[in-house]
């Protein structure tokens, strides 16, 4: 049976996008040439690939088959590509990491600049997401990288290295409660609070903990911005509740200060730099990964 490969990836966007219109706006091609598309592949196949008559795109199992063996496809061509770069010498590529808005910081972006300069041909594609999108992402082989706080089980995820990271009141240095050596959550709840969306790792896990120690806290404000957040912490009787990694700089600067909180469910948590569990990362995403560690664990370790 002949494939084409340039056919089935019209399969894998409808898949990954969700619909064909929105497949064709990420391909840039008009909806009826990814309709006629998945049609020929179904006629060339013998079986249908799309469930009909839904909203949202839904795999058939076969479908579901095509996909993976595309995206498996798209794997080994990346390896080989690597192993050809290898022998020449190369390090030419692009590297994918994903990551949680709490990483993006000072501390990346010297372990990137040093990357970047050591290998000047290699591209750096970095996405900021949530933490299930950058999960998705890397189970999905869309990133190389993932870079993640307090990673839930997952069994297609490999942690490659964790950071104790316990998430802590964070407040400015003249905060009335700033001198205190660690705080409760009862305490922290009569601040103006600054927390992430519910949708955020960081906010489920002091939802959970609020829940189980029956305290309420009440945010004065929400955000999915961690700048906002951190400025937030800087007013009057301001906080917020983040693990330092998020604000090394501003630590650093004595602009803001973290203060443990007496809490088992805040106090072990942790960051993570994942990979997709049995994936054989190209050399480029290798040296990539070792040169995030090497900075991480001089920070953190």
Avoid: W
């Avoid at 692009?94 to 990551?99: A, F, Y």
């Avoid at 490999?158 to 305490?187: F, G, I, R, W």
């Avoid at 609020?210 to 957040?229: C, Q, R």
């Amino acid at each position: 049976m002949h494939l084409s490969l340039s056919r089935l990836r019209y399969l894998y966007e409808v898949a990954q996008c969700g619909s064909m219109r929105a497949a064709s706006e990420k391909m840039n091609v008009a909806p009826s040439s990814v309709s006629r598309q998945i049609a020929t592949l179904e006629d060339e196949l013998g079986v249908g690939v799309l469930e009909r008559g839904r909203g949202t795109a839904k795999l058939t199992e076969a479908g579901e088959m095509v996909v993976r063996y595309y995206r498996e496809d798209l794997t080994q061509k990346e390896m080989l590509s690597s192993h050809l770069n290898d022998i020449r010498g190369l390090r030419r590529g692009t590297v994918t990491i994903s990551m949680g808005e709490g990483y993006v910081s000072d501390l990346l972006s010297e372990s990137m600049q040093a990357f970047s300069t050591r290998y000047p041909e290699i591209q750096l594609d970095i996405r900021v997401s949530g933490t299930n999108q950058v999960l998705s992402m890397v189970e999905e082989d869309e990133a190389h990288i993932g870079m993640v706080f307090d990673c839930p089980p997952s069994p297609k995820i490999s942690v490659q290295k964790a950071y104790d990271q316990p998430l802590k009141a964070v407040m400015a240095a003249d905060h009335k409660l700033a001198n205190n050596k660690s705080l409760t959550l009862e305490q922290l709840s009569g601040c103006n609070c600054a927390l992430p969306l519910k949708n955020f790792r960081i906010r489920e896990i002091i939802d959970q903990a609020a829940l189980k120690e029956k305290v309420v806290i009440s945010p004065t404000v929400t955000s999915n911005s961690l700048l906002i957040l951190k400025n937030m912490a800087m007013t009057t009787n301001g906080a917020t509740i983040l693990p330092d990694i998020a604000i090394l700089k501003e630590l650093k600067t004595g602009q803001l200060v973290s203060i443990p909180l007496a809490s088992n469910s805040l106090s072990n948590t942790s960051a993570e730099i994942v990979t997709r569990l049995g994936r054989v990362l190209p050399i480029a995403a290798r040296e990539c990964l070792k040169y995030l560690q090497s900075y991480f664990n001089n920070e953190l370790a």
